[in-house]
């Protein structure tokens, strides 16, 4: 371990992402706003989805409007088995086995270590959940559909004590911070994060949020939506319902299967945790890229063989992509090239694939990810644009995205990353964009 005092490594942040403070509040505020506006603005309570984007907003305003929503954001109920879930996944940590890994170099020359035990995780719970739905009948995993909007107020609840926790906290002991969450500006850094890898002993919080609570909690809300379904149907679930569940589920297995694969992504390497991804983990990936199973509770498609099988088709090769270049790269990072892909040095001493899905463009990995997220808003039809919101607000944040890790490698890699721009010119689709 080095022993350079992290005081002489947290430099002040010059420079506001997200237009700043103003900008960062302004996300603070909408992100919880959204997630609610998207249920109360688009489920059978307020008479289903509307046929337009702007239409969301009459329909919410209607809620906003009778007393019972506002009763309806605090469930004592909700709240109880939010914390019960929340600590059965901590408690899943400590006491299910795992491999301890260490995560990439920290500019302290430090690597961190983690215990993998996400899958093992998602299986039990996985278990437990089925076991229980044969035993006591689709009728008995309803609760989330019927604790909806409880559910969401225990889960910014949570993400807003974490975020609370991990700014108060970095300002104690001799902590690693983050280069871009150290502004001065409480708003700004609260949301940054500024503490880079916030843990309770061996405990780390960031990536234990990234992958378990949230990701987990996502396959549950579908299950229980697929209950719902099979409840009023008799029994059966529509194959677009099956479709989206099973996408949604693959994507979550995958993610928790690959959990070593986190640590050389942004999240991890480069942004602190704040109440951007606390909300992000917490809140808004389970409960906003669930809703296209809610959405199909109540309008139950019948796709037939041809429909099903063209959206297997898209959503299967952005799986093949997305994996292929992820795994290219966590291969990559921990000294391994199997494929003799051909790379590029840098000054900087970590070389570039350069040829390979990384040679096609500088995040094949994105676009592979853009195409699962059509295929999961494909079930849905074309009744309404609101099943589309993830894709859309998905393709603006990659972009966004791309955007950072571009200004980030930059500053990494200088010279050598024009060098590596000009021999990979494309961003997310080859010869489109
Ligand atoms: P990447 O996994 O693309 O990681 C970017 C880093 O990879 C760069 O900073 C650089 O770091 C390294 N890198 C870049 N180019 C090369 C190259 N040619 N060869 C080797 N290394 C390279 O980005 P993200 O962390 O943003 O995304 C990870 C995954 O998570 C993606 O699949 C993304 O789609 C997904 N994601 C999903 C979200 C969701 O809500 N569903 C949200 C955000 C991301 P260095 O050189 O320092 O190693």
Redesign the pocket.
Known sequence: MADTKNTDLNPRTKGYEFLGPPGTLFITLSVPATIYALYFGCSEHSGGCPPQLATIWPSTKISLQNPEFWKSLWDKDAAVMYLIWYIYCVVCWFVLPGDWIEG?TMRDGRRKKYKINAFTTLLLTMGITIGWIMRFGPQSFTFIYEHWVGLVTASVSMSIFQGLYCYISSFFGDKLLALGGNTGNPIYDFFIGRVLNPSIGSFDIKSFNELRPGLILWVLIDISMACEQAVRRGGKVTDSLWLVLFFQALYVADGLYNEPAIF????I?TDGFGFMLSVGDLAW?PFVYSLQARYLVYKQIELGPVHTALILLVNLTGYWI?RGA?GE?ND??NGKNPRNLKTMDTKRG?K???SGW?GMC??P??F??LLMALAWSLPTGFETPVTYFYVSY?LV??MH?QYR?DE??EK?YGEDWHK?KQL?SYRIVPYIY
């Open positions: 990439t050389t992504t942004m999240d390497t990936v997305f992820n790269k990559f990072r970590t570039l694939l350069i990384w500088r995040h990995n994105y592979g990810d998905f944040l990659l995205r890790d980030n490698c990494k590596y990979v």
